[in-house]
């Protein structure tokens, strides 16, 4: 068996619990001081005061000690929305925007996604496999020990499912959790430019029974926007992944508000994401509803956007969650300092909502708060040491990386 023991943490800070806190309950966070974390195997078995947890464990030989004096504990941070598999950059697109060309208008252009699905499509999955671990060991250093990951560059059924399975053989090869979720309409692809029904009908009958009996991805997502899938579209293709056992995830709302948060609310999806410009109405939808609500302040911080209204939405009584959103068009970052410090000092959140929506919230949004996302007995050994004594500096030390050591599954990773 293998045995960890980090022990004279300086202070713990994680929020509690086996599923997505809403609203006021997302500023609970438990906190330790001078504390203790035991592990056998991938498990935590023991958090609390240093003395006590050495007292249960007694004096075994064959032990692994960290010791984290003037050091601070969290849970492992999970990315529950990326887009980190794909072809080439967008530099160009980045700079036009900043220019003042809409993103929408690059994707009319044949730019946008379309340019990154055509190079997408000249990758084999090798390449895609190599491209992608690259990237999952910098998110790692980052303190992602959960990651989601879309397919969505091949809008087509050879590269959607090459891209469905380099993400399963990473998922066997890295010492990540991985969930990938199937974003076969992630834009209209040339083939049926004008023809948006078709390509749906061809997503559900062609592509999504393969994902599906290959047991491909966890998730289906679509991109509900104006001049993109409509919430027709949107609900057909997610009700037709339902049944074949895929849970629903949206891109709601980023752009346009269009009604996919409230659609999100309606079908049970596990959660709407983006919501720059949610309704009101939506909102309240999303609060009365299990649907966690995804924002990821690094898009709309790149993009020049509004944020959306997590305070409001929060105080609304909704579930929270960060991500970072990484792909190459509207937002090539996956920096977790980052997002922690835009989701407090541009979206009002507090220091505690903003960890608990990193971790355990960030967790249910891939349907895994039951296994990880918190430090207690039971879960997942996914912890992060960090070079400080409080958890406030991972917003205070603002932009910067003090993440020292990332366990996962009871590993040291670095
Ligand atoms: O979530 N909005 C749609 N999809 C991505 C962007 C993808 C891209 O531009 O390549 C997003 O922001
Ligand atoms: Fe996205």
Known sequence: MNRLLIKNISQIAT??????????????IKIYKD???YCENDIIRKV???????????????????????????????????????????????????????????????GGI????????????????EAGKNTLHNMIKQGFTTIEGKSGYGLDLTTEINMLKAMKKLQADLPISLKSTFLGAHAVPPEYKNNSDGFIDFTIEKVLPIVA????????????????FTIEQSEKLLLAAQKLGLKSKIHADEIVSTGGGGLAAKINATSADHLLAVSSSDINKLAASTTIAVLLPLTAFCMRK????????????????????????????????????????????????????????????????????????????????????DYRFLVYHTGINIIKHVIKAGQLLF
């Open 15 to 28: 929020p509690l619990g086996n599923k997505a806190l809403h609203g006021s309950a997302m500023d609970n």
């Open 35 to 37: 504390a203790a974390i």
């Open 48 to 110: 609390g005061l240093t003395h006590e947890v050495l007292a249960s464990v007694g004096s075994c030989s064959d032990i692994n000690i960290i010791d984290a004096a003037g050091k601070c504990a969290i849970p492992g941070f999970t990315d529950p929305h990326t887009h980190f598999l794909f072809g080439g950059t967008r530099a160009d697109e980045f700079i036009s925007r900043l220019e003042g060309v809409p993103y929408m208008e690059l994707l009319k252009r044949g």
């Open 114 to 129: 379309v340019n990154t699905m055509q190079k997408t499509r000249n990758m084999s999955c090798t390449e895609l496999y």
């Open 213 to 228: 009996k290959e047991k491909l991805a966890d998730f289906c997502d679509i991109f509900c926007e104006k001049n993109v």
């Open 306 to 389: 509004d944020f959306a209204p997590a305070r409001k939405m929060i105080d609304k009584g909704c579930s929270i969650a960060l991500a970072s959103d990484f792909n190459p068009g509207s937002c090539y970052s996956y920096s977790s300092s980052l997002i922690l410090a835009l989701a407090v000092i541009n979206m009002h959140m507090t220091i505690n909502e903003a960890l608990t929506a990193i971790t355990l919230n960030a967790a249910a949004a891939v349907d895994e708060a039951a296994v990880s996302g918190s430090i207690e007995a039971g879960k997942k050994a996914d912890i992060l040491i960090m070079d400080k004594s």
